[in-house]
């Protein structure tokens, strides 16, 4: 079981940074895949970025490439989201996930917090 808690978002402008940070309770922290996606109104669920349980390997989605980067802190059971150049499109729930397998997909995620608001105004 891992439970998961985002913080860090909120208001930002065009063109702001802003950097997201997941904790997460257990000790088999380092065993999962992490992931990030993000869902604004009226929108599916979106994948953003992916980090492997060791940390070496990430991926992202198309939108936030060369914008965004993942990191994570094993010894601190935390997942970092760091976001440059943000656009209001981007603006949306953020959330963390917990999973056994490096993948885009949502539903592979067994485990998810409860997001956080990022808001980018123009």
């Known amino acids: 079981q891992v439970q998961l808690v985002e913080s860090g978002g909120g208001l930002v402008q065009t063109g702001g940074s802003l950097t997201l940070s997941c904790a997460a309770s257990?000790?088999?922290?380092?065993?999962?895949?992490m992931g990030w996606f993000r869902q604004a109104p009226g929108k599916e669920r979106e994948f953003v970025a992916e980090?492997?349980?060791?940390?070496?390997?990430?991926d992202f989605g198309d939108s936030v490439k060369g914008r965004f980067t993942i990191s994570r802190d094993n010894a601190r059971n935390r997942v970092y989201l760091q976001m440059n150049s943000l656009k209001p499109e981007d603006t949306a729930v953020y959330y963390c996930?917990?999973?056994?397998?490096?993948?885009?997909?949502?539903?592979?995620?067994?485990?998810w917090g409860q997001g956080t608001q990022v808001t980018v105004s123009s």
């Open positions: 996930a917990a999973g056994r397998i490096v993948t885009t997909a949502a539903r592979q995620f067994a485990y």
């Open positions: 257990g000790r088999t922290f380092s065993s999962y895949a």
């Open positions: 980090i492997n349980s060791n940390g070496d390997m990430t």
